[in-house]
């Protein structure tokens, strides 16, 4: 007969499980971190004249290392012309980033993309803008990673097709 001492059963019985279910509230957090815009008129904090909406992170607790980048890019055939995005922070509590207008890029479209870090967990969003700077929120695609080339590409395809066809909003 196998005799159990006190230091395995702990081992074994306890410090396992919470080991377990440390990793897997590291893998849930994560999960939940996301990205949320919205119309800068409706934002509860001061932000530029100038933006064309506001990002707030979801799933980010209050001092958590946040970071968030953007480009608007539009494509011209098979060439993109990419401008980095410009943010301005408003609020204390609750980071809510004002997204600059886009430089002007001639046409009738763009994407706005965003890649955002909240200690360590990744979110990302393809947003939609019109010829008017006007962002389309039922087109958005919001990412639980930063979004990939392919992602970015197929995006512009779909824009340049529901442009043509007057589908976009």
């Known amino acids: 007969m196998e005799m159990v001492t006190t230091q395995s059963f702990f081992a074994n019985r306890i410090v396992a499980p919470l080991t377990i279910m440390g990793a897997l509230a590291g893998i849930i957090s994560a999960a939940d971190f996301s990205l949320e815009i919205g119309n800068p008129a409706a934002a509860l904090v001061k932000v530029k004249k100038n933006a064309t909406l506001v990002v707030r992170p979801l799933g980010c607790s209050e001092g958590a290392n946040f970071h968030i980048e953007g480009n608007s890019v539009q494509a011209s055939g098979e060439t993109q012309v990419s401008v980095p995005l410009t943010f301005g922070r408003g609020g204390t509590s609750t980071p809510v980033f004002a997204v600059g207008a886009s430089p002007s890029l001639g046409g009738t479209f763009w994407l706005m993309v965003l890649s955002a870090d909240c200690a360590g967990s990744k979110a990302g969003a393809l947003i939609p803008i019109d010829a008017r700077g006007v962002y389309n929120r039922a087109a958005a ?29």
Request: hydrophobic share 30%; aromatic share 4%.
């Open 141 to 169: 695609k919001f990412l639980n990673h930063a979004p990939t080339k392919k992602e970015i590409d197929d995006a512009l395809k779909t824009l340049a097709r529901d442009t043509a066809r007057g589908d976009s909003k």
